[in-house]
C-alpha cells in the first residue's frame, strides 16, 4: 500500500525568501515520487519526478526535490519565492516497475507574502 | 497543439438530478483518467480507460457513476443521481504511455461539481 503525507495545509513565505514544503510518502516497493502544481483555474501540471536516476531532482520554475529514503521524503524547495509560485502543490507516489495509480497528497497551498 | 479540456468548468446541481461531465484527452492518448477531489481532501484516483476499454474502476464511489468512452476519444462521467458527497472537483488526465509512473500525465483543469 502507498500514501503520501503533506506537512501543512497552507503555507505562507515572504517573496524572495526560501520555500519548502514537505512530503513524506509510504510504500511497499521502490517509488516514483511526483509534485504537481495546480495555478488557480488551470489544471495540474507536473513539476518534476523522481525516478531514481539522481536524488536530487530539478524541476521547472527552479524547484528541486531531494529523494530520502531513509527519512522517506520527498520534500520540494526553491531557493527564492515569487508572487507567481502561489498555487496549490500536491505531492503524489507510485509503485516504480508497476503498473498501478497515483496517490496523491492533500495538498498545500503556498502564499506570498510582498 | 490542445490540451485536456472538461466541460463543463462548473455545474451546480440538486441533490437527486443527473449530471454528465466530459472530458477530451490529447489527441492520440490512449490512456483516459478520471480523478476526483473532495474539498480539503486528497486527489483520488476513479478510473483508468485503455482506448474504449475500463482498465481500472475500482476508485469509483459507487453505481450512482457511470464513465464511458465510445470510440475511444472523448469520455463522459455521469452521475444519477447526484447527491451532497459527491460535490469536488473532477480532474480528467491523459497519457500516451501505460504506466501512470512512468510517463508524465496531462490535466485538465477539472469540473467543480457543486450539489445543493
Known amino acids: 500500500a502507498q500514501s503520501v503525507t503533506q506537512l501543512g495545509s497552507h503555507v505562507s513565505v515572504s517573496e524572495g525568501a526560501l520555500v519548502l514544503l514537505r512530503c513524506n510518502y509510504s510504500?511497499?516497493?521502490?517509488?516514483?515520487l511526483f509534485w504537481y502544481v495546480q495555478y488557480p483555474n488551470q489544471g495540474l501540471q507536473l513539476l518534476l519526478k523522481?525516478?531514481?536516476?539522481?536524488?536530487l531532482v530539478k524541476g521547472i520554475n527552479d524547484f528541486e526535490a531531494e529523494f530520502k529514503k531513509s527519512e522517506t521524503s520527498f520534500h520540494l524547495t526553491k531557493p527564492s519565492a515569487h508572487m507567481s509560485d502561489a498555487a496549490e502543490y500536491f505531492c503524489a507516489v507510485s509503485p516504480m516497475n508497476r503498473d498501478d495509480k497515483i496517490i496523491f497528497g492533500k495538498g498545500t497551498r503556498l502564499h506570498i507574502l510582498p | 497543439e490542445a490540451g485536456v479540456t472538461q466541460f463543463p468548468s462548473h455545474s451546480v446541481i440538486e441533490k437527486g438530478q443527473t449530471v454528465t461531465l466530459r472530458c477530451d484527452p490529447i489527441?492520440?492518448?490512449?490512456?483516459l483518467y478520471w480523478y476526483r477531489r473532495v474539498m480539503g481532501k486528497e486527489i483520488k484516483f476513479l478510473l483508468h480507460?485503455?482506448?474504449?476499454?475500463?482498465?481500472?474502476e475500482s476508485g469509483m464511489p459507487n453505481n450512482r457513476f457511470l464513465a464511458e468512452r465510445t470510440g475511444g476519444t472523448y469520455s463522459t462521467l455521469k452521475v444519477q443521481p447526484a447527491e451532497l458527497e459527491d460535490s469536488g472537483v473532477y480532474f480528467c488526465?491523459?497519457?500516451?504511455?501505460?504506466?501512470?509512473?512512468?510517463?508524465?500525465?496531462?490535466f485538465g483543469s477539472g469540473t467543480q461539481l457543486s450539489v445543493l
Open positions: 510504500s511497499s516497493v521502490p517509488p516514483y
Open positions: 480507460f485503455v482506448k474504449e476499454s475500463k482498465q481500472d
Open positions: 488526465a491523459s497519457s500516451q504511455v501505460r504506466r501512470q509512473g512512468s510517463e508524465k500525465l496531462f
Open positions: 523522481y525516478t531514481s536516476a539522481a536524488t
Open positions: 489527441s492520440g492518448h490512449d490512456n
